[in-house]
């Protein structure tokens, strides 16, 4: 029996895609037939249970995603060590790793889990100011070269992600693994009611409406789907759009649009809200420039949407042939393809097959069977005498 000890520092009280990661890995590796011993490692200020396994948990006050964790975070390290015991193998769920990982646990193997290099390849498309860009560059510049070859193993969570990370990887003995994501269960049940104040959209004769989820950085790219949306031409009823996420820094661009009395601003949802929505939307938009893999796709798929994502990697080979691709920085091609959803219903029925068909391929038990895998091979290389 192996003692792992996972780092799910990363799980916050905000829904974000490193935290969905995190939550539904740890369930689903706590769900497989094995004899090892998980312990997690916690954020003291989010330390809810995760699974019904009892699974043994140790809280720490340093953040996996700055440069306090890449200085200090050993330390954390170090005491989960002196707590339960020297681990076999370490798993960081976020690509920060603690500088001196190796030196807090020198009999674990390591491997780092990698979900995408926005903050090193296009810092300006995710921070407000050019002086923030430049520092969260040069900060990823040093810390994410050093998570990756100080793994003995990596998992990338879609395949671009992973060819960029064999560019950064000078370790000879670091092994690269691209793991999907996948989606939980719940996707693919009938959609709860829509409560709140968007609940009239849930009426029998609501207009349709689009949904999309993401965040006011330039990377999410919502700005253009609002231009798009503003240049529907008119058709009635007039359809309505549903932005999910932090998007209040987009007010002045909606309220410039024409069109701000039928876009919606929830903020961030709970899976119960975000189903309601997604289940009653004539279509789901992900209009991302960069991405590391894009799981709301897969969960707006899942819920039998069809799908129009940007026409880009990751999305493109995520989405497949099931979804509609449009340029992302076109707002007249991608304003075309929600025109045609609107009034050709044969698409979207045809659409909406398809989502569910490719979205079946994805699920969070082989992301765990594979991670597993990944566990047990380098415990086994380890084990062998060199």
């Not at 926005?118 to 050019?130: I, K």
């Not at 050093?146 to 879609?158: C, E, G, P």
């Not at 999907?180 to 709140?196: D, I, N, S």
């Not at 876009?263 to 009653?280: F, M, N, S, T, Y």
Request: glycine share 4%; with cysteine.
């Amino acid at each position: 029996m192996a003692r792992i000890l996972i780092d799910a520092r990363c799980l916050g009280d905000s829904p974000t895609g490193v935290g969905s990661y995190a939550r539904a890995l740890i369930a689903h590796l706590a769900e497989l037939p094995h004899d090892h011993e998980l312990v997690l490692l916690r954020n003291r200020n989010n330390t809810a249970p995760i699974t019904d396994a009892a699974l043994p948990q140790i809280a720490s006050a340093c953040p996996p995603d700055n440069l306090k964790n890449h200085l200090l975070g050993h330390r954390a390290l170090a005491d989960a060590a002196s707590q339960l015991g020297s681990p076999d193998l370490y798993h960081s769920l976020f690509h920060i790793l603690p500088r001196y990982t190796r030196q807090a646990l020198p009999n674990a193997g390591v491997v780092t889990t990698l979900h995408d290099l926005v903050w090193l390849d296009h810092p300006d498309a995710s921070q407000p100011t050019w002086l923030k860009a430049r520092s969260i560059q040069a900060f990823a510049r040093a810390a994410i070269p050093h998570a990756l070859n100080a793994s003995d193993a990596v998992i990338a969570i879609s395949r671009p992600t992973a060819e960029r990370a064999r560019q950064l990887l000078s370790s000879p003995s670091t092994s690269l693994h691209t793991i999907h994501h996948g989606v939980h269960a719940r996707f693919f049940e009938p959609p709860p009611p829509l409560t709140g104040p968007l609940s009239e959209l849930a009426a029998p004769d609501a207009p349709p409406f689009f949904v999309a989820i993401g965040n006011h950085k330039p990377y999410k790219n919502l700005r253009l789907l609002i231009d798009a949306f503003a240049r529907l031409p008119a058709h009635s009823p007039r359809p309505h759009l549903v932005l999910i996420g932090d998007c209040q820094g987009l007010s002045t661009h909606i309220g410039e649009s024409g069109v701000s009395e039928r876009i919606h601003l929830p903020g961030l949802v709970d899976d119960e809200q975000l189903r309601a929505l997604l289940g009653r939307a004539r279509a789901f938009v992900f209009p991302s420039l960069v991405e590391g893999f894009g799981l709301p796709i897969l969960e707006a798929m899942a819920m039998g949407r069809p799908t129009l994502v940007s026409d880009l990697e990751p999305m493109r080979s995520i989405a497949g042939e099931s979804a509609l691709h449009f340029a992302p920085h076109a707002p007249d091609d991608l304003s075309r393809l929600l025109h045609r959803l609107l009034v050709a219903p044969e698409l979207a029925a045809r659409l909406s097959e398809r989502s569910l068909k490719r979205a079946h391929s994805f699920r969070w038990q082989h992301t765990a069977e594979r991670t597993l895998q990944v566990y047990e091979a380098l415990l086994a290389r380890r084990a062998t005498p060199t």
